[in-house]
């Protein structure tokens, strides 16, 4: 059984940075893709980035390209999601999703991943 255990949610003001990580055990991670989600109170998931089972190709919404890097070491086993220029709107919180298929091209679907972790809260202020 795969477990997703994500980490490094805050409190920030806009403008500031934040780097999420998504520790993944009971399976390496070396041949899956994975994506960050976010869920805002009172609002839909939404997708945020997904990265290619090699790392070679990444995804992201429209609303954090430019901002947001989607990036994985597999041999820590661990998804990281590096926030740059954060605004209010970024208040949500973020989830780790691992897609069990192998080689996976990475996706934008919510059910392309069979695996979310319990999420991390991430609260902006203006």
């Known amino acids: 059984q795969v477990q997703l255990v994500e980490s490094g949610g805050r409190l920030v003001q806009a403008g500031g940075s934040l780097r999420l990580s998504c520790v993944a055990s009971?399976?390496?991670?070396?041949?899956?893709?994975m994506g960050w989600f976010r869920q805002a109170p009172g609002k839909e998931r939404e997708f945020v980035a997904a990265?290619?089972?090699?790392?070679?190709?990444?995804y992201y919404a429209d609303s954090v390209k430019g901002r947001f890097t989607i990036s994985r070491d597999n041999a820590k086993n661990t998804l990281y999601l590096q926030m740059n220029s954060l605004k209010p709107e970024d208040t949500a919180v973020y989830y780790c999703?691992?897609?069990?298929?192998?080689?996976?091209?990475?996706?934008?679907?919510?059910?392309?991943?069979?695996?979310w972790g319990q999420g991390t809260q991430v609260t902006v202020s203006s």
């Open positions: 009971g399976r390496t991670l070396r041949s899956k893709s």
């Open positions: 990265i290619n089972w090699s790392g070679g190709s990444t």
């Open positions: 999703t691992l897609d069990n298929q192998n080689y996976g091209l990475g996706s934008q679907r919510p059910e392309t991943y069979e695996y």
